[in-house]
């Protein structure tokens, strides 16, 4: 199972838990009652592999059963999320 898991998304289930904490402010969505949202953890393997695989945004949105445009903001979503949140743990001044 952690074979796949990493196979997908290029990381261990402890680093990718530890980076759904640290993303989970800024990429959590809560349910309205119009629709259900695409959960955490589904938004972050979606981006990472978009941008790991270099596969197409539209087959990637296919295979997540989502419209393109809904990949597109998930995609911008996570990258902005890790500039402002990760690039400070990393990057010391």
Known sequence: MVKLFKQHTKLLPETFDSLCGVLSPSLGRKHTNSRASIPLRNRIVLSFNRLSS?????????????????????????????????KPLIIKK
């Open 54 to 86: 270099g596969i197409s945004l539209h087959g990637c949105a296919k295979n997540y059963g989502i419209h393109e445009s809904i990949a597109s903001i998930i995609i911008r979503m996570f990258c902005a999320s890790n500039k402002k949140y990760l």
